[in-house]
């Protein structure tokens, strides 16, 4: 309890892509386990910087367009 409530913002954050790239790992090698054909070395995760930037773009034309 004292642990979650010390953590700040940037730590939640940080110990969540942690999180996100060990289960990304695991579903990787299931994947190629079962067979699955893919470019595992060009995969595709939302929270890579690229897709971040591409996503507040997006929020930012839609601002600018009246739509939010």
Same mark, same amino acid.
């Given at each position: 309890?004292?642990?979650?409530?010390?953590?700040?913002? /940037?730590?939640?954050?940080?110990?969540?892509?942690?999180?996100?790239?060990?289960?990304?790992?695991?579903?990787?090698?299931? &994947?190629?386990?079962?067979? /699955?054909?893919?470019?595992?070395?060009?995969?595709?995760?939302?929270?890579?910087?690229?897709?971040?930037?591409?996503? /507040?773009?997006? &929020?930012?034309?839609?601002?600018?367009?009246?739509? /939010?």
């Amino acid at each position: 309890q004292k642990e979650r409530e010390a953590m700040t913002p /940037i730590s939640i954050r940080k110990k969540s892509a942690e999180y996100a790239k060990e289960a990304v790992d695991i579903q990787l090698k299931s &994947f190629q386990r079962y067979g /699955i054909w893919g470019d595992w070395n060009s995969i595709y995760m939302t929270l890579q910087p690229e897709y971040e930037a591409a996503q /507040i773009r997006v &929020f930012g034309d839609m601002i600018t367009n009246g739509h /939010i």
